[in-house]
């Protein structure tokens, strides 16, 4: 062996640890791949069939050689142009199918419920757990200053930090000068709406100039980006006031990030599930008045089940991205972690509409009425999943764990006048469209992935990212196409499904729903319903094993209400409708006194 092919094969062997492979596993295709001036030869196009899933034979196999080695070349060239973050493929999904028109809609100004009208409280820490709807009443009528629910809050993420670990950097001084400005306008009269004086946090893949935005991960602990999200600069323009950046999964997956666990305040011995972690366990626990998330594969209503918020997943397309860590470019959603529905509603308000920069947001009225009567929305509901067993013998993981509570809610509804219509989910495969999201994410952090830097990542179990990313690497782009080409039949379904419907009732857990409407696009709004006895536990945290105590805590359980795209209004106002009736979303949490 020359000098330059041991060096050659040197580098092969590096790149392979990079990827998390070792060095004897499919030498063929992967030094193919990587090896300049090694051919390629019928017997590496060979072995990498095996993993495309494809047979050719040896004649076959030898017109494709010219073919792969220019395929080759094309990948290495790409290689060496550096690709930020922020920079998107130049393709736009459209959830809304070919031939549909939405509906006419013309803006018209935010209608909201009544609000009792409530007297300044002896103790400040007495309007930790209020919804915006309160708090923005005792701004507006300066029952109470910005600067003081400001100082609470900020005093309250210091306290309960340590315990729940869902805040990665405090924006103290920010917050201070703009509560400081919120309290100086509104004296001179110059009231912005609802957002204006209230204290947020914003999930920390949102970029704010002059603090850390870190992603949750290790790589990035020390990364700044000299802007401002979009989200973040409309939030400043509706008076809002940012007292924290919160903590997400790695990345966004999960609640596990580069310092700890975020933590669950019904229960800080479990996780608050994520990957908007910290907006979820904050706002739960009444650190924040609301906080920003994002979702693409269930990060808003996963966290917000756990953690008795309320969620707003809004239509794919509504709320601009600009500014923000992109995961998948056609299945991110930022979105709202409020106290209840019309929190979310108010916020969505601030931030929707295009800024010219996110191509995939539409121009299209988002009119919040809150005074909607529940008895005039056609409401259909998932019978089948409602009908579902409480325990399934035969797939226990599909059980029917919160029948009780879905069953009640359901109850709810038809005394508000609901007439509940059965549904069903569309017949689709969604395993088949799974390599969309894994392709993009591969896509996103590839130069983290052949860097190598993906180690610094703190989870890197089989399910996690680093090795989702290495296997992203192995996709087709003709499967990926073809995933895609699925998902346009899917969102053709989605959109049948709700011509005679405003709202899908739907359990949050126990179906495909949750998977389908992130490939659909489909809105969805996610809030408290009860309470179950806590999941066990897969694990404790630093590694040690946790047993939950017996009988276990009683933590929150949500309901889903889905609506069609971009009508946001109709699964907010059913939301809106079940929490003038019921009480779960206003539980606090039994959080110490520290």
């Known amino acids: 062996m020359t000098a330059s092919a041991s060096l050659d094969r040197r580098s092969f062997m590096l790149r392979c640890s990079a990827l998390g492979i070792g060095g004897t596993l499919l030498p063929g295709v992967l030094w193919s791949q990587v090896v300049q001036g090694t051919p390629i ?23 494709m050689v010219r073919n792969l080695t220019n395929q080759r070349a094309a990948s290495e060239a790409l290689h060496k142009i550096p690709l930020d973050n922020a920079v998107a ?6 959830p809304v199918p070919p031939g549909v028109t939405l509906p006419p809609k013309t803006a018209q100004k935010p209608v909201r419920d009544r609000v009792p009208v409530m007297a300044r409280p002896g103790s400040l820490e007495d309007l930790a757990f209020l919804p915006v709807t309160q ?4 701004v507006r009528t300066r029952k109470v200053k910005s600067a003081e629910l400001t100082d609470m809050y900020l005093s309250r993420l210091k306290r309960y930090d340590p315990l729940l670990k869902c805040v990665i950097t405090l924006t103290e001084e920010r917050a201070r000068a703009q509560a400081k400005a919120a309290d100086e306008d509104i004296a001179r009269g110059k009231y912005r709406g609802p957002l204006h004086g209230i204290p947020w946090g914003a999930k920390d893949l949102l970029a704010v100039k002059g603090y850390l935005t870190t992603w949750g991960a290790g790589p990035y602990k020390n990364q700044t980006i000299d802007t401002d999200a979009e989200v973040v600069r409309r939030l400043d323009n509706a008076g809002a006031v940012l007292v924290a950046k919160l903590t997400l999964g790695e990345l966004a997956q999960g609640d596990v990030w580069f310092d700890g666990t975020t933590r669950n305040p019904w229960w800080p011995e479990q996780g608050s599930s994520g990957s908007s972690a910290g907006p979820a366990s904050a706002t739960a626990a009444g650190l924040v ?5 994002t979702e693409t594969q269930g990060s808003i209503s996963s966290p917000s089940t756990r953690c008795g918020a309320s969620g707003l997943r809004p239509t794919f397309g509504r709320v601009p991205r600009t500014g923000a860590m992109a995961l998948s470019w056609t ?15 108010l916020v969505l308000g601030a931030i929707y509409g295009p800024d010219g920069n996110d191509l995939s947001v539409r121009d299209y009225p988002f009119n919040w009425d809150g005074t909607r009567k529940a008895s005039a929305l056609r409401v259909g509901y998932l019978k ?9 013998p035969d797939n226990p993981r599909f059980g029917h764990a919160t029948k009780a509570q879905d069953d009640a809610a359901l109850e709810v509804l038809r005394s508000l006048g609901v007439k509940l219509i059965a549904k069903e989910l569309p017949d689709i495969n969604t395993q088949a469209m799974s390599g969309i999201l894994t392709a993009e994410a591969g896509a996103a952090f590839e130069e983290l992935t052949l860097s190598g830097r993906v180690n610094e990542m703190v989870q890197q179990n089989a399910a996690a990212w680093p090795n989702t990313f290495r296997a992203a690497q192995f996709i087709p782009a003709v499967d990926y196409v073809n995933a895609n080409r699925v998902r346009t039949l899917l969102c053709q379904k989605w959109h049948e499904l709700f011509n005679d419907i405003d709202v899908l009732v739907v359990p949050t857990n126990g179906s495909a729903q949750l998977v389908m409407t992130n490939l659909s696009g489909n809105p969805a709004v996610i809030v408290p319903h009860g309470f179950a006895e806590a999941a066990p536990l897969q694990g404790g945290f630093n590694g040690q094993p946790a047993t939950p105590p017996s009988p276990r805590p009683q933590t929150p359980v949500s309901i889903t209400f889905l609506g069609p795209l971009y009508q946001e209004e109709f699964p ?23």
């Not at 017997?43 to 095996?50: C, D, L, N, R, T």
């Not at 008045?289 to 998330?293: D, K, M, N, P, W």
């Not at 907010?572 to 606090?588: E, M």
């Open 289 to 293: 008045g609301f906080s920003i998330g």
């Open 41 to 63: 030869t019928r017997e590496s196009i060979a072995v990498a069939e095996q993993i495309a899933g494809v047979s050719f034979t040896d004649e076959q196999r030898d017109m």
């Open 89 to 94: 493929p130049a393709i736009v999904f459209d």
């Open 331 to 345: 299945m991110d959603k930022l979105g709202p972690i409020c106290r209840s529905a019309e929190d979310c509603a």
């Open 384 to 392: 089948s999943a409602f009908d579902a067993p409480e325990h399934n």
């Open 572 to 594: 907010l106002a059913l939301a809106h409708a079940f929490q003038r009736v019921t009480d779960f979303h206003r539980k606090q949490p039994p959080l110490p006194a520290l």
């Open 135 to 138: 708090l923005s009443e005792l």
